[in-house]
């Protein structure tokens, strides 16, 4: 199956920025969409940012215009650069591949560990 490894979290004062990686192996990452989903404390998971493998992008309400996710299909790995980032950031991110479906198979979703994101002064 599809692995998943997510880096680049860590502590961050307000206002400072972050570069998140999920680096993908396992299968045909140039035709999965890929998302970044976090999860805080007592909440439940959300989606922050998507790409598909055309391109096209769509992001939370909340990150919209401070966040980027981006995708290089040579290195199969996906971005997310974060910035002005805010408290209410805090939480774990997940890097998320959907594989799209085939004769054989529907669709199918992988995750990564998670890595720790914290904004705090």
């Known amino acids: 199956q599809v692995q998943l490894v997510e880096s680049g979290g860590g502590l961050v004062q307000p206002g400072g920025s972050l570069r998140l990686s999920c680096a993908a192996s396992?299968?045909?990452?140039?035709?999965?969409?890929m998302g970044w989903y976090r999860q805080a404390p007592g909440k439940q998971r959300e989606l922050v940012a998507r790409?598909?493998?055309?391109?096209?992008?769509n992001y939370a309400d909340s990150v919209k215009g401070r966040f980027t996710i981006s995708r290089d299909n040579v290195k199969n790995t996906l971005y997310l650069q974060m910035n002005s980032l805010k408290p209410e950031d805090t939480a774990v991110y997940y890097c998320?591949?959907?594989?799209?479906?085939?004769?054989?198979?529907?669709?199918?979703?992988?995750w990564g560990q998670g890595t720790q994101v914290t904004v705090s002064s």
């Open positions: 998320n591949a959907e594989r799209p479906p085939t004769y054989y198979s529907g669709k199918l979703n992988y």
């Open positions: 790409i598909t493998s055309g391109g096209s992008t």
């Open positions: 396992g299968s045909i990452f140039s035709i999965y969409t």
